[in-house]
Every structure is written in C-alpha cells, then in structure tokens.
C-alpha cells in the first residue's frame, strides 16, 4: 500500500517534466516556420519531429537550452538562416538569452519580445532587420545585454531603452538610425555604465554625444563649397591673365610688325 502511494507520488512527481510545455511547442513551431533554414538546422523544430523540445534540463533541438522544462535560451548564431522573426517567440516565456546573430534574417524586430519578461540577452546583430527599435522592449526589465548592431534599422534609439538599470552593453552600431542620441544612453547619470562611440558610430544621420559634433559635417560642406567658389576664381584668373597675355602678345607683335615697317625708313 505504501509502496504504491509512493510509486504513484514519484510518477506524478515525474510527469509535468515529460508532458511538453504548450507555449514552448507553439513558439518553436512558429519560429522555424518563419525562419528558412536552407542548411536544415531547425527540422525537428515543428511537431510532429519533436516529441517534447525539453526534457528536464535537456534539449536534443540543436541551439536551444532547457532548464526545469521550459526553452530558456536559443542560441542561433551563424546558421545562413534567413526569413523573419516570428512574434510567436513571445510564447517562449521562459525565455531568458535570445542570441540569433550573424544570419541574413530581415523583416522586423517584432514588439512581442516585450512579453518576454525573463530576457536578459538580445543578441541579434548582423543580420538584415528592419524598422524601428521597438520601444517596447524596455518591458523587458531584465535586459542587460542589447546587441543589434550591423542590420537595416531605421528611425530614431527610443530613449526608453536608458532607462533598463541593468543594462551593460548596448550597440546599435552600423545601422540606418537617425536624430539625437538619447542622454539616457550617451551620457547616463548614476553610476550606470556609459556607452562610447562605438556603440553608435556608422550610422549616418544619428548625432549627439559620444559622437563627434556635426560641425564637422558642416564645416566640410563649407569647405566643399569654398574649393568650388575658390577654384571658380581661379580659372576666372587664369583665363584672364591668359587673354592679358595673348593680348600683349599680339600687342607686342603688331608694335614689331610696325617696327619693322618704321624700320627701312631711319630719321636721321
Ligand atoms: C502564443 O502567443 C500568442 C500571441 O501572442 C497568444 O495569442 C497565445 O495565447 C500564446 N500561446 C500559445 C500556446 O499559442
Ligand atoms: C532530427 O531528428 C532526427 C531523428 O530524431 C535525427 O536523426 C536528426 O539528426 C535530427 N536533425 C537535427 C538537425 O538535429
Ligand atoms: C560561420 O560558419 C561558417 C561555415 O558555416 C564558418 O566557415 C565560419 O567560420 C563561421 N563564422 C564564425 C564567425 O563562426
Ligand atoms: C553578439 O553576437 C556576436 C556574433 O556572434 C558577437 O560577436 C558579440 O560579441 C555578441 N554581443 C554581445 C554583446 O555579447
Ligand atoms: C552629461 O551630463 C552631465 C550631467 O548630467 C552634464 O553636466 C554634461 O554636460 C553632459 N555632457 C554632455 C556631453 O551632454
Ligand atoms: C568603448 O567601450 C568598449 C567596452 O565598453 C571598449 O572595449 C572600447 O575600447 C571603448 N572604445 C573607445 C573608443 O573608447
């Protein structure tokens, strides 16, 4: 009797940890189905090739990383994987380190990852991502990594974004942003890390403290238009000493013609 109570105890024990979690299939599923993965790495990512994505602290899907059952982090880095980023991630609730860098992946950073509330790591740099920052991923209280350098990304860093205390890197570097850099990210109070020009540079119409003031923009437009004006006012000199020159010339020539000419007849 005893023996089976406790039989029984150990298998219920046992089984929330082999019953697969719901959001975790439907995240995995939606996810591999957006993505295109030409070197096949993500096949046994929809059901039904995967009977349960974690088992305990196990996963055999190669790039994801279980704990206590649930995905809690996806590591997908240098695969080729093209495609997009579906918002279905957000089902991955557990999910705490988010690292799909160096793919050809375009579309948008979907604003679903703000659900993600455990996120620590946003690693999705060097890929093709379009669009804005969204400003909702500040939700992600957790955040302290943010890598989205080298994509398509446009508009303007949502200043939001300063405002996670624990954020520790930041690059949005070689991107297509534009306007002010936020104080709240160049320039932090507190004893919050402050993030230099490199995380900012290479992006054309971003401006603002850590990077270099705009004057010098404008100072070589000046220039550019001062070597225009200046070397216009030097071929006006030059082809005006140049027609001096051939009009004394011919002054000089017609005054010898009439040297000549005077010559045969001396006064004395
Ligand atoms: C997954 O995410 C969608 C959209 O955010 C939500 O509607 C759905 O309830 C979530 N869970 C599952 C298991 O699909
Ligand atoms: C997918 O699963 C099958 C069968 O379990 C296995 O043989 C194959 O190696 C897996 N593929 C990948 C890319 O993990
Ligand atoms: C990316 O993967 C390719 C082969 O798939 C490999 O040659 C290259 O070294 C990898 N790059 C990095 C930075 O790991
Ligand atoms: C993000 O991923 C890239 C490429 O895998 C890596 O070089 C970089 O260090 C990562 N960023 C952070 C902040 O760890
Ligand atoms: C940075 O912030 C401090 C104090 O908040 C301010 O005095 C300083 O002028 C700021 N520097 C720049 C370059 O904006
Ligand atoms: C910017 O900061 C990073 C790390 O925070 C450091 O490795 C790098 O040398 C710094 N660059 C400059 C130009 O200060």
Not at 35 to 55: E, M, R, S, V
Not at 113 to 121: E, G, I, M, P, T
Not at 193 to 209: A, M, R
Request: with cysteine.
């Amino acid at each position: 009797m005893d023996m089976l109570i406790i039989l029984f105890l150990l298998t219920s024990a046992a089984l929330p940890l082999a019953s697969p979690d719901p959001n975790d299939e439907a995240c995995l599923t939606h996810v591999s189905q957006t993505l295109k993965d030409p070197l096949k790495n993500l096949q046994n990512w929809t059901k039904p090739n995967f009977a349960n994505p974690c088992n305990g602290f196990t996963s055999y899907l190669p790039g994801a990383t279980c704990n206590n059952g649930r995905i809690y982090k996806l590591a997908l880095t240098n695969l080729s994987l093209q495609g997009s980023i579906s918002p279905f991630l957000s089902n991955c609730t557990n999910l705490q380190s988010l690292d799909l860098s160096s793919n050809s992946i375009s579309g948008p950073i979907p604003q679903e990852l703000q659900y993600l509330l455990n996120l620590a790591v946003l690693n999705l740099s060097s890929n093709r991502l379009e669009g804005v920052i969204p400003p909702q991923i500040t939700l992600c209280a957790y955040l302290n990594v943010i890598d989205l350098h080298d994509n398509l990304l446009t508009g303007q860093i949502p200043q939001q974004l300063g405002f996670l205390s624990r954020l520790s890197a930041f690059d949005v570097s070689y991107n297509k942003l534009s306007g002010p850099i936020p104080a709240s990210l160049g320039n932090r109070s507190g004893n919050r890390p402050s993030f230099n020009v490199t995380s900012f540079e290479g992006n054309k119409d971003l401006y603002g403290y850590p990077l270099p003031p705009m004057k010098s923009k404008g100072l070589s437009v000046l220039a550019i238009v001062g070597i225009g004006l200046g070397s216009g006012l030097a071929s006006l000199v030059l082809s005006f000493t140049g027609v001096c020159i051939w009009l004394k010339i011919r002054d000089e020539k017609m005054a010898a013609e009439e040297g000549k000419m005077s010559n045969p007849m001396p006064d004395y």
